[in-house]
């Protein structure tokens, strides 16, 4: 068989149904054939944004895979794989590559090799009868440890080389491991012995589907928790023991809980020192779960190292503490000094959370949002910068996966496409991605992309025609030359695409146009609110 119908026969037996992509790239014929669905977007970056989120909303059972034209294609794809490499996304990148006489001349574009340093590995395919080696060592690191991109090139000139028959492919193993039991002891003890513990968990709850596990460690030993912007929603924020998400914007719980704390526990998260992220203070014992080791002891300096996944490791701990402690421990006094937190803090936000102004407050948007929406069947995502800050800390996620955070290398125009991936990999949810109007200038004709592949997602659009967080950096250029104002009139624009587009601006708008979108989406049609708002620069942080 040809090249091209071998790989698609080989995803199609992985499971992937679904290849996003931007001609040429002869696969995407290939793979139409084998009854994997092509899914053709307007630019690369936002492609790959979208098969992140097929393995993200899956917790990496379904692989997203995305492929692009050599050259130029590839070359625009790079913003993409980077933000699955810094994020740990599991996603098949498949760039066409120049003809192998010319693949490493320069200036041509290599691919395997320009995108090793993000990719958790990179390979070119030169030889037809090698393509069964190739995807397996490729499927395995997809289905196994930490997750990235991972690279398969293809050369321009393999499309007509001829794979032996039978092709000699079967679905690749995917395997965990654990922690050493003698530190998982120890953990134990620590957690056990601790006066005022904390847990800390990432993403790879999700990965590992780990989300009972982590629910009962926290009620055994009554342990507040709190959550990366990647974790979040792996434990319920309704929960009285939570106390949110943090991220740059934090509810106030999580820096005064943390300061407080004598033993921090981190589990599926790799503590990465990021603006976006909770810094964790100094000074305290900290036991840190991960899948790779590499990431002990890499930002902070960690007491016990636990290395696996987060389901084995919390199942380990809670046998463990289970000879010991044999019933849930009380939880009324620290729940209590949480809820106060809660409270001290919403009430401080309230006015802005609820306020009646025009322009509006993108924070009762967000709040009006969040009491429209069913919770437990939607997912969101922010995007970078304002609407992250202003989403993520007041949000209450209730659902494992319900929530797509993110934000270490804080791509603008991120969210869309994870919107788009999320509902293509589950149908029945109201997936929402929330914006600025920076972020619509990165990636806003791809909601064209949503209306003619029939995704019909709900876009939040925030648009207070100004770059708003660079105001208080940019003050000259700003008063001189207007260089931090930005125009346009999304709605419109959702509307010539095909879409359902509308704009608000008045606070008792919000809800009507809300349930207007709600039902549009119902019906099958991608949908763009725009809400016209102040220009708001305040976000929670540590110490507000």
């Not at 999580?254 to 998260?269: M, R, T």
């Amino acid at each position: 068989m040809k090249l091209g119908t071998a790989i698609a026969e080989i995803m199609r037996r992985e499971g992937i149904e679904i290849l996003c992509g931007y001609p040429v790239n002869h696969l995407i014929e290939h793979a139409a054939k084998a009854e994997i669905r092509p899914v053709m977007v307007r630019q690369e970056r936002v492609g790959i944004h979208m098969a992140d989120a097929i393995s993200r909303v899956t917790s990496g059972r379904t692989i997203g895979a995305f492929c692009m034209q050599h050259g130029p294609g590839a070359e625009n794809a790079m913003g993409g794989v980077a933000q699955c490499f810094g994020e740990s996304v599991p996603v098949l990148v498949l760039p066409m590559g120049y003809p192998r006489r010319l693949a490493h001349i320069e200036p041509n574009f290599n691919s395997s090799e320009a995108m090793k340093p993000f990719a958790k590995s990179s390979e070119p395919i030169i030889l037809a009868a090698e393509v069964a080696n190739i995807f397996r060592r490729a499927f395995t690191k997809l289905k196994n440890g930490r997750g990235g991109p991972v690279i398969v090139e293809i050369p321009s000139d393999m499309w007509n080389e001829e794979v032996p028959e039978p092709l000699n492919y079967t679905p690749v193993l995917r395997t965990r491991y654990g922690a050493d039991p003698v530190h998982v002891k120890e953990a134990a003890a620590l957690l056990v012995n601790a006066k005022r513990p904390v847990i800390y968990a990432g993403q790879g709850v999700h990965y590992a589907q780990a989300w009972p596990q982590l629910k009962r460690l926290a009620e055994r030993l009554a342990i507040p928790v709190t959550t990366s912007l990647g974790g979040k929603s792996s434990f319920p924020e309704t929960h009285p023991l939570s106390l949110g998400s943090g991220g740059l914007a934090v509810p106030r719980a999580v820096p005064k809980f943390l300061s407080e704390a004598d033993v921090i526990f981190g589990i599926g998260c790799s503590f990465t020192e990021t603006s976006f992220g909770v810094a964790m203070p100094k000074g305290k014992t900290i036991i840190h779960s991960t899948l790779d080791p590499n990431h002990l002891n890499k930002d902070v300096e960690a007491k016990i190292g636990l290395v696996g996944d987060a389901g084995l490791v919390l199942d380990a701990l809670l046998e463990e503490i289970g000879k010991t402690v044999t019933k849930d421990r009380d939880a009324s006094a620290v729940a209590a000094e949480i809820a106060a937190s809660h409270r001290e803090w919403l009430a401080k936000w309230m006015p802005k959370l609820t306020s009646n102004d025009a322009p509006l407050s993108p924070y009762r948007v967000l709040w009006d949002l969040q009491h429209t929406v069913d919770i437990s069947n939607t997912i969101i995502t922010h995007d970078a910068g304002s609407p992250r800050d202003q989403l993520s800390p007041f949000w209450k996620a209730v659902e494992p996966l319900s929530y797509l955070g993110w934000g270490k290398t804080t791509q603008l125009g991120y969210g869309l496409g994870l919107a788009m991936g999320a509902k293509l990999a589950k149908p029945d949810k109201l997936c929402i991605n929330v914006w600025g109007d920076a972020a619509i200038g990165f990636t806003g004709m791809d909601f064209e992309t949503a209306v003619r592949e029939r995704i019909p997602i709900m876009s939040i659009l925030l648009n207070n025609f100004s770059m708003a967080i660079e105001l208080k950096v940019m003050p000259v250029s700003t008063e001189k030359y207007r260089s931090t104002d930005i125009s346009g009139d999304y709605a419109a624009m959702a509307r010539a695409f095909g879409g359902y587009g509308e704009r608000v601006t008045r606070p008792e708008d919000i809800i009507p146009a809300i349930k207007r979108g709600i039902q549009k989406t119902k019906e099958g049609v991608p949908v763009l609110l725009e809400f016209i708002t102040s220009k708001e620069t305040e976000v929670s942080r540590p110490g507000t």
